[in-house]
T-cell receptor, first 113, second 114 residues
């Protein structure tokens, strides 16, 4: 049972436009959500997070939106840059205890010049 | 400050052989984790530790053992490797926070079992 799902394996966006990556979850106990970025042959790196007490968190060009009723979150990147081309993983956890992350399958984002 | 390091970076094993993957972190983090990444499946938690001397099973623990004898090190062992364990293995660590905290990942170990 996939508790965190990223239904788009890939996304192609033109440089300068907005990239929107989506993620759905099923476990209502999750209260902390994160996005990670991964380049080939490297480990994932933390990008941005959001607590369930918020519905939006912004950091520079990156904004994460959380819709708890729909159990859906999205990552907006604007404007998109060539260096943003990577695989993006959505992850969710219960913030108390061991804070184990449950990851989605990932979305490969390609920014075209 | 090296962050999270993993040894080795690559390894090829024959079925039935054993090996140990080493993870080290220099951030004084309490929590450490081992994941595997397979195509189309994201990262899945194998085992984790919430402190020195403690370990617990994750989502896919079968065929693996772990030890956390020192706070900075987390070892992942394969006693009898199988082709199904061909994967990329990532170690991560995090600070014990009340409101959730991000995990910091190592560069990964690519393991092939033939």
């Amino acid at each position: 049972d996939q508790q965190v799902k990223q239904n788009s394996p890939s996304l192609s966006v033109q440089e300068g436009r907005i990239s929107i990556l989506n993620c759905d979850y099923t476990n209502s106990m999750f209260d902390y959500f994160l996005w990670y970025k991964k380049y080939p042959a490297e480990g994932p790196t933390f990008l941005i997070s959001i607590s369930s007490i918020k519905d939006k968190n912004e950091d520079g060009r990156f904004t994460v939106f959380l819709n708890k009723s729909a159990k859906h979150l999205s990552l907006h990147i604007v404007p998109s840059q060539p260096g943003d081309s990577a695989v993006y993983f959505c992850a969710a956890s219960v913030s108390q205890g061991a804070q184990k992350l449950v990851f989605g399958q990932g979305t490969r984002l390609t920014i075209n010049p | 400050n090296a962050g999270v390091t993993q040894t080795p970076k690559f390894r090829v094993l024959k079925t039935g052989q054993s090996m140990t993957l080493l993870c080290a972190q220099d951030m004084n983090h309490e929590y450490m984790y081992w994941y595997r990444q397979d195509p189309g499946m994201g990262l899945r938690l194998i085992h984790y530790s919430v402190g020195e001397g403690t370990t617990a099973k994750g989502e896919v623990p079968d065929g693996y053992n772990v030890s956390r004898l020192k706070k900075q090190n987390f070892l992942l062992g394969l006693e009898s490797a199988a082709p199904s364990q061909t994967s990329v293995y990532f170690c991560a660590s995090s600070y014990q926070g009340l409101a959730g905290s991000e995990q910091y990942f190592g560069p990964g170990t690519r393991l092939t079992v033939t």
